[in-house]
Each structure stands twice: as C-alpha cells, then as structure tokens.
C-alpha cells in the first residue's frame, strides 16, 4: 500500500487535535496511525525552534496549538499574545504606542524567535512589538533571530 500523510497549514490545532480532526471525518485509520501521518504548520514550528535550539521564542496566535506543540518540544520559556488556556491577554490588545511597546519588550527580554500563527485579533501592537524584535536583533551579524509564519486558511475550518 500506499502512505498517505496529510498536511494542513492550520497552526491553531495542535498535532494530537489534528489527529483527531483526520480519524473523527472517517478516515480508515486509528489516532495512533493518524499521528504518524499528520503534518500541520504548529507541530513544524515546535520542531524547527527546537533543531534551531530557541527557547525564548515570541509568538503571535489566537488558539492554543502553537502553544502546545512548543511546550510538547520542551519549548515553555515562550512569551505569547494568549495564556496558555487561549485566552486573550490584555496587555497585547492595547494601543501601539512608543510607551506600550517599549514596555512590553521589557518585560520580557531575550526573546530569540518570533513566530506568527493564526490569529483572528490581529493587532497594530502585537505587529509592533514582533518588529521590534525583529529589527533588533537584525543588527547582529549575522542576524541570530529566528521568524517565521504559519498560513492560514479561510476554507471550512472545522
């Protein structure tokens, strides 16, 4: 037979949820196989970070996959625009001022990635601060930040 692998760029599911979605629309197979055969943009995020050795990574998401495929990699020194539960944290969905950028930076320093998911609250401070890393750390020759995005997709998402 054939090994089919099935892919998707949704990073809001975890690689166990996704598993989950593939055997739950009926396909002829169990979780444990599912798991072998399931790709999606969080799991290879955790995994890329880990290869990479970063720790400290940003990440910009509104579900908690990412977030669990991180700390399923041993990653958990992350500083996330949600709590773990995937609820929203305030301090992100505030104005993009000079004074809350600086401050949100601060507050957590060492950041070594940036990562961005799905997010469905995009905001200006969110982008700001992802940037912010982003062109501090490009001044290092060469660079020693990590960034990348996950797709996402606008189809039937359940």
Known sequence: GKRVIFVSNISY?????????????????????????????????????????????????SEKGLLDELRAAGITQYTATICDDGTEKEEFLGKATAENVMKLIKENDGVDSVVVGWDQHLTVLKVAVASNYIGWNCTEQPPQLTSFGSSVNFGDNQ
Do not use: Y
């Open 13 to 61: 599911w975890s690689h166990d949820e996704f598993a989950d979605k593939v055997v739950n629309k009926g396909i002829n197979m169990t979780k444990e196989t599912a798991l072998k055969n399931v790709l999606n943009t969080a799991h290879t995020a955790a995994w890329l970070l880990k290869k990479n050795n970063r720790q400290k990574p940003f990440v910009i998401c």
